[in-house]
């Protein structure tokens, strides 16, 4: 589970840069809650991601994962604890790499590598397997190098690699804004596939408001730093986009703007 109480962040305090990104974010997120995060631009959602994962230390407050106090341990202290695929295709997997080889690393993450790296057969059948539930092909291609893979086919490696150890969290930072409709509505398909199957704490970031709705059992949107909106169960189910933009307008006293979600 995650629990965030009271975090405050603040980006060049004290200079006319100055500029408040949380302010008093409090969010308790149970084992197996897939919360999808939006908001407009500059809302907070990518610093409150980054937050959790230890990108950015915060001012005031806490963050605990698992009742694990990681509020003042560095990112790669965190990584044993949290999975993460990134926007960028490129980010999250290693490209000169093969895919088996790539998922080896995945899987022996935190562990005492020795001398003996190689990818035992028992090993290599896991990951084929594995690769068959994507429904992408890949588990006949275990060594192709990863750079040759489309964007689609490597997030759902980064998810696959992000997800084979079982997080205590898992964050998705606007996954599949850089891919084409077609090919983020599949990795989409997966990452619910995934969450689903592995009983995953997720935050997932979107700027969709349709995906923010339609994926997920709980939906959170943030503006100028705060959660304004914090809604589950069979409200979220029952929720439209233009339900979504009246209560935004309602708590805000403003009109929700941001092309790149109204027009998702």
Known sequence: ???????YKTFNPGTINEKVALRNICAELPEGDFVTLIGGNGAG??????????????DH?????????????????????????FQ???MGTAANMEIGENLALASR???????????TRRERETYRQLLRELELGLEDRMTVKVGLL????????????????????????EHT??????TAEKVLEISEQLISA?????????????????????LIMMHEGQIILDIKGAEKKNLTVEDLLERFGKVSGEEFANDRALLS
């Open 109 to 119: 993450r935190g562990e005492h590598r020795g001398l003996k790296w190689g990818i």
């Open 150 to 173: 489309s964007g689609g086919q490597r997030q759902a490696l980064a998810l696959l690699m992000a997800t084979l150890k079982k997080p205590k969290v898992l964050l998705l930072d």
């Open 198 to 218: 592995n009983h995953l704490t997720t935050l997932m970031v979107t700027h969709n408001m349709r995906d923010a709705i339609r994926h997920g059992n709980r």
């Open 61 to 85: 407050g806490s963050i605990r994962i698992d009742g694990m106090d990681v509020t003042r341990l560095p990112e790669y202290k965190r990584a044993a604890v949290l999975g993460r695929v």
């Open 45 to 58: 959602k990518s610093t409150f991601l980054n937050a959790v994962a230890g990108v950015y230390g915060v």
């Open 1 to 7: 589970m995650l629990s965030v109480d009271g975090i």
């Open 88 to 90: 960028d295709p490129m």
């Open 177 to 182: 804004a850089a891919l084409d409709p077609r």
